[in-house]
């Protein structure tokens, strides 16, 4: 029997997180004592039951041993569709800057996004960089890896899931879009954009207006933008 993979965090806001969201997957804390902010989250922690213990190394603060958060797939994508209302889920088409997954991780978690869906070429995977730069949020939003975007997409389409692509070339702002349906952000490439396949199965097509000074804005930035519109709208 394979025994399950345990790793290490001692970022205190990551620790923060998964004492707060997801906290019987961890191990272990260990701390180092009379540190008024870590004490604190100690304190958190021992209240839910997480195993804490002193350290005794000069250069620890804390640390934490946890079990990741298992990758998703194609089963769990359908029972989150059959079995949910108001579905939220984001669609990255082959974004590979681990520093980029990892942002957008961190600002889905915010703002109540159900999953992030890649596919399982040319798409980031769940890195040590992907994940400290979430801050935890790898660990608590579902990552699913699918073998075919486009085929993935049009079963949510037929699932009554609003697929929205982001385009320059788009007539309609992004503000001026209705987020309150179940639906599907897609966010392309840091070089090539949304594929041709996504984008022709999209309900909408919206732009972020930006001063012809700037061509476009990174991935994770635009990602960022428009989800918070999407949650303004949804929690209103």
């Not at 079995?83 to 915010?110: E, M």
């Amino acid at each position: 029997m394979l025994k399950e993979r345990i790793i290490t965090s001692t970022d205190i806001n990551f620790i923060k997180t998964l004492i707060e969201l997801n906290h019987e997957k961890i191990v272990e804390i260990k701390y180092k004592d009379g540190i008024e902010r870590i004490t604190s989250i100690v304190n958190t922690a021992k209240a839910k039951g997480v195993c804490v213990s002193k350290s005794n190394k000069k250069d620890l603060k804390i640390s934490m041993t946890f079990y990741p958060k298992e990758i998703k797939n194609i089963n769990f994508l359908e029972d989150l569709t059959f079995n949910k209302k108001n579905l939220f889920f984001l669609i990255l088409d082959r974004i590979q800057d681990p520093q980029n997954l990892g942002s957008i991780f961190r600002t889905s978690l915010g703002m109540n996004v159900d999953a992030i869906i890649v596919p399982n070429k040319n798409s980031c995977r769940l890195t040590k960089t992907v994940r400290e730069v979430s801050k935890g949020a790898t660990e608590v939003i579902p990552l699913i890896i699918v073998s075919n975007l486009a085929k993935v997409t049009k079963f949510l389409v037929q699932n009554n899931v609003n697929i929205f692509t982001c385009s320059s070339e788009s007539k309609k702002n992004f503000y001026e879009a209705n987020f309150v349906q179940s639906l599907a952000l897609v966010f392309g490439s840091e070089n090539d954009g949304v594929s041709k396949a996504l984008e022709e199965l999209a309900s909408e097509k919206i732009k972020i207006p930006i001063n012809a000074k700037l061509e476009s804005l990174n991935v994770s930035n635009a990602s960022s933008v428009i989800l918070f519109e999407v949650f303004r709208q949804r929690e209103l």
